[in-house]
């Protein structure tokens, strides 16, 4: 959220909503699914879209979310979210793979 300070001059971005994800862990001892970060993070973009569904929605984050599936989930969105992020200098970013067969290996060429 974009807000301007008065007594320094200029606007700051403030966070201004947090979700707890708890780790990996956690959800073996309480015997649950455990949900990805990537996963909570597109929950929550969704549903800031829908909040502010008029206003153009551009995320910073760090290099935890330069996931492939993640960025993809958030183009398709009605309204696409923008995403800035830190993705390696050899990221090839092209079509996404074909989901893989549970129980088969990968063929070799």
Do not use: N
Request: charged content about 20%; overall charge positive.
């Amino acid at each position: 959220m974009l807000v301007p300070i008065p007594w320094v001059g200029w606007t700051w971005a403030l966070p201004f909503l947090t979700v707890l994800a708890p780790p990996e862990r956690y959800h073996q001892q309480c015997r649950r699914a455990h949900k990805k970060l990537t996963d909570w993070a597109r929950q929550m973009l969704v549903q800031v879209r829908r909040w502010v569904s008029q206003r153009e929605l551009v995320v910073v984050a760090d290099s935890s979310f330069a996931v492939l599936t993640l960025l993809d989930a958030l183009r398709h969105v009605a309204q696409p979210i923008t995403m800035i992020t830190r993705l390696r200098l050899d990221a090839a970013l092209y079509e996404l793979a074909p989901a893989r067969l549970s129980g088969r290996r990968a063929a070799h060429a």
